[in-house]
């Protein structure tokens, strides 16, 4: 994927440095790249193969998950690339899209996150070597963004385990650092549509989710699939 390369002349996010020592982002050590992009009409299917292809400049070669929406929010996929311990950005190395390539987006938004390692990042979201492995889990994705001075507490929330949840699920949250106008995005993968059924059904009751309530301000949430 062509990255878009934000105003800044060169962007050191030595953020998460500062963000790792907040509870919420305790385990916040790595960069990440959160592309969220639409579609433009007619060009799904084009947009989906050319996000599948990560750039050949990137950083970290095979640390990329890209996600299909099924349902919920208005976008169509979510792309997260994994940039290392530290990320800078330059204007020299950036290649605008083709035509044709520019031709298969409506629109698109860019965030650098802090997250967790590569290596726990990719066990909770079962990024295996063999791709076959993804068919049938599901993904749900979550952009939260917390009640001014709520930001600690929404985000302990966030990362808590429900007591109630009757099935095994890979869970991430990463932090944002620069971008879009949500502070954390959560990832919570479940082995089958069974299985996410299931979690829906022991959870929908409990105290958490009106605990969770009272510190975020907004929320979206959106069930989709991986195509990478």
């Known amino acids: 994927m062509k990255r878009v390369a934000a105003v800044f002349v060169t962007l050191f996010l ?20 959160v592309h969220f992009a639409k579609a433009a009409p007619g060009q799904t299917k084009a947009l989906e193969n050319d996000l599948k292809q990560q750039d050949a400049k990137a950083p970290m070669p095979g640390h990329y998950l890209v996600l299909r929406h099924q349902d919920g929010d208005d976008w169509d996929y979510l792309v997260i690339e994994h940039l290392g311990k530290k990320y800078t950005i330059d204007p020299a190395q950036y290649t605008a899209p083709s035509g044709a390539a520019a031709a298969t987006g409506a629109w698109h938004t860019d965030t650098f996150t802090a997250g967790p390692s590569w290596e726990v990042f990719a066990k909770e979201m079962s990024l295996a070597a063999d791709s076959g492995k993804a068919s049938g889990q599901v993904y749900v994705v979550a952009t939260w963004r917390a009640a001014p001075g709520h930001r600690e507490q929404l985000g302990k929330l966030l990362t808590a385990r429900n007591a109630n949840s009757k099935v095994q699920s890979g869970n991430v ?9 949500w502070q954390f995005l959560t990832l919570q993968r479940f082995n089958s549509w069974q299985d996410y059924a299931a979690d829906e059904a022991a959870t929908q009751d409990a105290q958490g989710w009106y605990d969770i309530r009272d510190h975020g301000v907004w929320h979206h949430d959106t069930i989709t699939t991986r195509v990478k």
């Open 14 to 33: 030595l953020a998460v440095s500062a963000m790792a020592q907040s509870s919420q982002a305790a385990d916040a050590s790595d960069i990440y790249h």
């Open 173 to 181: 949250m990463i932090a944002h650092i620069e971008g879009g106008p």
